[in-house]
Nanobody, 114 residues
Framework: VQLQASGGGLVQAGGSLRLSCQAS????????MGWYRQAPGKQRDLVAT???????YYGDSMKGRFTLSRDNAKNTIYLQMNSLKPEDTAVYLC?????????WGQGTLVTVSS
């Protein structure tokens, strides 16, 4: 499974960005897909995940601001990020699970200026 992330960039505080992650390869058995993020010098944190059936789970600081959706036909997930804060600045990494296997994309940088 290969994961291609896109949509990062520079935005002012209070603005919005939409990230996309498309899976390719052996995608038929992918269940959960999602995003993690890692800021410089910090641990990797969960942003949000979504199952093939559409069940979502969000990290505490993302609830109410971020929305994760999924298009199974396109093997793509979309992370709509609103009301962005400077502390949301990080490399956002796409992740997927297929059985016991875990896959990571290359990451996309999100920078939120104050």
């Amino acid at each position: 499974v290969q994961l291609q992330a896109s949509g990062g960039g520079l935005v002012q505080a209070g603005g919005s960005l939409r990230l996309s992650c498309q899976a390719s390869g052996s995608t038929a058995s992918i269940n959960r897909m999602g995003w993690y993020r890692q800021a410089p010098g910090k641990q990797r944190d969960l942003v949000a995940t979504i199952t093939r059936a559409g069940s979502t789970y969000y990290g505490d600081s993302m609830k109410g601001r971020f929305t994760l959706s999924r298009d199974n036909a396109k093997n793509t997930i979309y992370l709509q990020m609103n009301s962005l804060k400077p502390e949301d600045t990080a490399v956002y990494l796409c992740n997927s699970n297929r059985g016991s296997l875990e896959y990571w994309g290359q990451g996309t940088l999100v920078t939120v200026s104050s």
